[in-house]
């Protein structure tokens, strides 16, 4: 009996640790589960990023491509398809079909416009136009710089425009960007108008996910609806759209006139490059051939906007087609092949904008690709079309201001009226001893902290402003000497952004005195706070 029970509770034991062991295991998994639910919510994802565990859903279906009203499947002429949304610069596709220039070139150009008349099948969110060019199913895709720096759906082949104030910022009680801090600022989600804050930001180092909140739209529309119910303190968005945020007090703080940092391009897919290289010569050729006509005869080109029909999706009507293109393109600078070909001859200026695009989306809390942004650029194109004469135009597009080809005329433009707009976080830079020459750790700064924005700012001016010390025992350096040696601080600046190909022109220099309790210190720490060069971007009109 002893032995039975001493083997029932051996029995028994190893159960009961058995179910221990069980029990522990579930435990576990239980919690893990738990904790990693925990820290899937407490992670932030900033709007409109997909956390890396995660595949977005995107269908792998093109709506109906849209061809010319005499298209002829039959005709032997190969295809080449594009999406595009509703915007002047790009109206150029149906130029191009309407004129019959595709065909004149050998082949059917084939449209896929987003949110065309309302139909949902034409409601193509980023991700599936990403898609659609990745896979190849589409020829090319008309965008914006900053998502091809985002997603590297393919490659930018040609320069459309600059954005010349189209893009906008507007804010109620809010005077310099430095103020956005704290504030509420609405955009369209996963627009480009997110993008433009997001960069407003980081001039003035402003962390979009801590320093400011978001207020995500599914629309232009519905973020100014946002602002103007007083739920938000700025919004982003363009025109016409923006104007409306006028009816809650709110006034324009910051275009793309003056912060050029929005570029259509035209991106080829790898596919396309890859398997039928002179069919996208092709449609390089048609379309440098149709800007041309666009500028030598532009009431015909109107026209044809027109008349290829769903004119409350474009905006263009055939009674006042000239008026309603012109309104298009007068806030857009276009890239004609001169421009094109000025551009792509050296793409670095593009090259350097797809990083400044790249790091600010992945401060945003994005993730970025990490393939070479040099590589998206292919310039073969647009350098074959430049070779032909019959190309050229003569002539200049609406808004003749594309800043990225040539250094802009500034010899008209007074900073009398200047406007704060934003001042740099930047302020301390160290100069060799007794010396106004920039050591290279202050160029480095000046290379990170100003050089991106002031490339792009062309309707800005840079304020610099020196301070120096004012060292004692009193009578040892007099206050003209003081004041010269803090100006010739801040010309150093400007002589060393000037060598980075910065016009001086658009530079105020000043030089400033510290504090009157600081006249002539012995204090090293107080001279050390006297020592800066302060830069502010100004603006002469909003």
């Known amino acids: 009996m002893q032995k039975i029970d001493r083997t029932r509770l051996i029995f028994i034991a190893i159960v009961g640790i058995a179910l221990v062991i069980a029990c522990g295991a579930a435990a576990y998994g239980?919690?893990?589960?738990?904790?990693?639910?925990?820290?899937?919510?407490?992670?932030?994802?900033?709007?409109?990023?997909?956390?890396?565990?995660?595949?977005?859903?995107?269908?792998?279906?093109?709506?109906?491509?849209?061809?010319?009203?005499?298209?002829?499947?039959?005709?032997?002429l190969p295809t080449y398809i594009c999406g595009a949304d509703a915007f002047g610069s790009y109206f150029t596709l149906q130029q191009m079909q309407m004129s019959g220039t595709d065909v004149a070139h050998g082949f059917h150009?084939?449209?896929?416009?987003?949110?065309?008349?309302d139909d949902p099948a034409y409601d193509v969110s980023e991700e599936q136009r990403t898609a659609l060019l990745n896979s190849g199913q589409w020829d090319?895709?008309?965008?914006?710089?900053?998502?091809?720096?985002?997603?590297?759906?393919?490659?930018?082949?040609?320069?459309?425009?600059?954005?010349?104030?189209?893009?906008?910022?507007?804010?109620?009680?809010?005077?310099?960007?430095?103020?956005?801090?704290?504030?509420?600022?609405?955009?369209?989600?996963?627009?480009?108008?997110?993008y433009f804050v997001y960069y407003t930001l980081s001039i003035a180092r402003l962390n979009p996910r801590f320093d400011v909140t978001l207020l995500p739209e599914d629309s232009v529309a519905d973020a100014i609806e946002v602002f103007n119910a007083g739920q938000a303190d700025a919004v982003s968005g363009w025109e016409p759209d923006i104007y409306d945020a006028e009816a809650s007090g709110g006034k324009p703080l910051l275009s793309s006139n003056q912060l050029r940092i929005v570029i259509d391009v035209v991106v080829t897919s790898r596919q396309s490059i890859a398997g039928k290289a002179d069919l996208v010569q092709s449609f390089h050729d048609a379309w440098f051939d149709t800007l041309k006509a666009?500028?030598?005869?532009?009431?015909?080109?109107?026209?044809?906007?027109?008349?290829?029909?769903?004119?409350?999706?474009?905006?263009?009507?055939?009674?006042?087609?000239?008026?309603?293109?012109?309104?298009?393109?007068?806030?857009?600078?276009?890239?004609?092949?001169?421009?094109?070909?000025?551009?792509?001859?050296?793409?670095?200026?593009?090259?350097?904008r797809l990083e400044i695009a790249r790091r600010v989306w992945a401060a945003s809390g994005l993730e970025v690709p990490d393939d070479d942004v040099a590589d998206l650029v292919n310039p073969g194109f647009v350098s074959r079309s430049a070779a032909q004469a019959t190309l050229q135009a003569n002539g200049n597009p609406v808004n003749d201001s594309f800043s990225l080809s040539a250094q802009?005329?500034?010899?008209?433009?007074?900073?009398?009226?200047?406007?704060?707009?934003?001042?740099l976080p930047c302020r301390r830079f160290t100069f060799l001893p007794e010396s106004t020459e920039l050591t290279l750790e202050s160029r480095r700064i000046l290379d990170d902290c100003v050089m991106p924005t002031?490339?792009?700012?062309?309707?800005?001016?840079?304020?610099?402003?020196?301070?120096?010390?004012?060292?004692?025992?009193?009578?040892?350096?007099?206050?003209?000497?003081?004041l010269e040696f803090a100006e010739a601080r801040a010309q150093s600046v400007v002589d060393y952004l000037a060598s980075q190909g910065i016009d001086p022109a658009r530079f105020i220099v000043e030089g400033t005195l510290p504090p009157e309790e600081h006249w002539e210190t012995e204090d090293a720490g107080l001279q050390a706070e006297d020592r800066y060069v302060e830069m502010t971007l100004i603006t002469v009109g909003r």
């Open 109 to 117: 150009l084939g449209l896929v416009p987003f949110f065309l008349d």
């Open 30 to 76: 239980t919690i893990s589960k738990l904790l990693t639910e925990a820290r899937a919510t407490a992670t932030p994802v900033a709007w409109g990023a997909t956390p890396a565990h995660a595949t977005p859903i995107v269908h792998l279906e093109s709506p109906d491509s849209i061809f010319a009203p005499d298209y002829d499947p039959d005709d032997g």
């Open 140 to 194: 090319c895709l008309l965008t914006t710089l900053d998502s091809v720096a985002l997603s590297s759906p393919g490659l930018i082949t040609a320069i459309i425009d600059e954005s010349a104030g189209a893009d906008q910022l507007w804010a109620r009680d809010i005077a310099t960007i430095n103020d956005l801090k704290d504030q509420r600022i609405a955009f369209s989600r996963g627009s480009v108008g997110e």
């Open 454 to 482: 002031l490339s792009q700012s062309v309707g800005l001016f840079l304020q610099v402003k020196g301070c120096a010390a004012w060292p004692g025992p009193p009578g040892t350096y007099t206050k003209n000497e003081i």
């Open 294 to 352: 666009q500028v030598e005869d532009f009431d015909t080109a109107a026209a044809q906007v027109a008349d290829w029909g769903h004119n409350d999706w474009s905006f263009v009507y055939p009674e006042s087609a000239s008026d309603d293109l012109t309104l298009w393109l007068e806030s857009v600078a276009q890239a004609d092949l001169g421009d094109n070909a000025f551009v792509m001859r050296d793409p670095r200026p593009i090259v350097n």
């Open 408 to 423: 802009l005329d500034l010899s008209g433009v007074s900073s009398d009226d200047a406007a704060t707009l934003v001042v």
